[in-house]
């Protein structure tokens, strides 16, 4: 009897060992390593002549671990956030940042201009009011060959928000540095934002608010992130900024997004962004991340692996930025080194 009681022991002790060890296999060790292995794919191909000559794009560029991506469809161009810029405008140590604004306009006019050199810009639009966002716009705007229909922006709040970041950032001078520019050019603001979804060429634009917490807590500008869908004939792709759930924003605007081809993963991939419902829900086939590739959070991506498992997760710095064009039904074709 005594024996008996010794081999359930040592059965029982056997399979939970054994149900511990399969559950981490599946939840942490084959997730990790099947990131690892997309992570380390070849790189994307060069983007050829047909490719380039497409009507419907989105570049995703190469501003480190700053997000500056622009909408092409049908002749028609729009910008959604600057990337980070090189102004410190309260000389603080921690916001000596390597700044974009110049690889951005030569960029818009080797790829953006008309045969006088003149870029036209439907829309600009910044997500929120971070430096890595919008830094560089009062830069872009005011430049004599850009010209700007619209702008996108959220009024920054600094009574919403976390007092570390209105002491030690830059947020309230990027916002205001934006608003000057585009008044300096005459170029309306829209500041109250809807959902109901508008034309840009080819491309259906609708944008997705963040709503105030409905209690006096600080949070940080992330939780104020606009995200963007972009809709082409049955293909879908989500430009989430730096949408969190922190108030619940990604768990309730999850479901009016839907499932979607592609995303750009929200707040360069780090924790706090990209929730599991929010994952399960977009299901994206292909991932973008604008970050250093070094920097990417495994431990976000492996949710995504868990959850829906991408064909592809694309870092703007490993591929010296992505080129997204845009077909029907699903139909994406990724191309790289577009600087």
Not at 40 to 58: C, G, H, M, Q, V
Request: hydrophobic share 40%.
């Amino acid at each position: 009897m005594k024996k008996k009681k010794i081999l359930t022991i040592v059965f029982s002790s056997v399979a939970a060992f054994l149900a511990v060890f399969f559950a981490v296999l599946f939840a942490v060790i084959i997730p990790f390593a099947s990131v690892d292995k997309k992570m380390k794919a070849d790189p994307l191909p060069e983007a050829d002549e047909t490719a380039l000559s497409a009507p419907d794009k989105i570049h995703f560029l190469n501003t480190g671990g700053s997000d500056c991506i622009i909408l092409e469809s049908d002749g028609h161009f729009a910008m959604v956030d600057a990337a980070e810029d090189t102004d410190n405008p309260r000389n603080f140590p921690n916001l000596v940042f390597d700044g974009h604004e110049q690889k951005i306009l030569a960029y818009l006019k080797k790829n953006l201009a008309d045969e006088n050199g003149k870029v036209h810009l439907d829309f600009v639009l910044g997500t929120h009011s971070h430096s890595d966002h919008i830094g560089g716009f009062d830069t872009i705007i005011l430049d004599p060959d850009v010209t700007v229909d619209r702008a996108y922006l959220k009024k920054y709040d600094a009574s919403k928000i976390k007092e570390h970041e209105i002491n030690d950032w830059d947020n309230q001078e990027v916002y205001d540095q934006m608003v000057n520019a585009l008044d300096a050019k005459n170029v309306p603001i829209i500041s109250d934002m809807n959902d109901a979804p508008f034309k840009l060429g080819n491309f259906s634009i609708t944008l997705f608010n963040t709503k105030d917490p409905e209690n006096t807590k600080k949070v940080g500008e992330n939780d104020q992130s606009l995200g963007v869908l972009v809709e082409k004939n049955g293909t879908r792709v989500f430009l989430a900024g730096d949408m969190d759930n922190l108030t619940g924003d990604e768990e309730r605007l999850a479901p009016q997004i839907g499932e979607v081809d592609m995303l750009k993963v929200g707040h360069h991939s780090y924790a706090g962004s990209s929730t599991r419902k929010f994952v399960k829900t977009l299901s994206p086939r292909i991932c973008v991340i604008t970050n250093r590739h070094d920097y990417v959070d495994r431990n976000t991506l492996a949710r995504f692996e868990r959850l829906c498992s991408p064909e592809k997760y694309l870092t703007t710095d490993k591929e010296d930025g992505v080129l997204a064009v845009i077909g029907d039904n699903g139909k994406i074709d990724c191309y790289g080194r577009i600087h």
